[in-house]
């Protein structure tokens, strides 16, 4: 291994948005995470829906008004 070329490594404490925490190592002394293996709904087995910026609340009116247009048409 070359001396002086490899970033520092820490022993790192990650933190989910949910509350759960853990120790490993990295090259950051702290790591944020959205969602992790307790949380996820993969594992979780629940179906939950993240809405950031109000993007599925866009998606449900953009849905809404191609379902009008389309029924407009045919009468």
Request: net charge positive; aromatic share 8%.
């Amino acid at each position: 291994m070359k001396p002086g070329i490899h970033p520092e490594y820490y022993e790192t404490r990650v933190t989910c948005a949910c509350g759960n925490t853990w120790t490993t190592g990295a090259t950051t002394p702290e790591i944020r995470l959205d969602v992790c293996n307790q949380c996820h709904p993969f594992f979780t087995g629940q179906q939950r829906i993240l809405d950031t910026l109000g993007r599925v609340e866009r998606l449900r009116r953009r849905y809404a008004q191609t379902t009008q247009r389309q029924g407009r048409g045919n009468g």
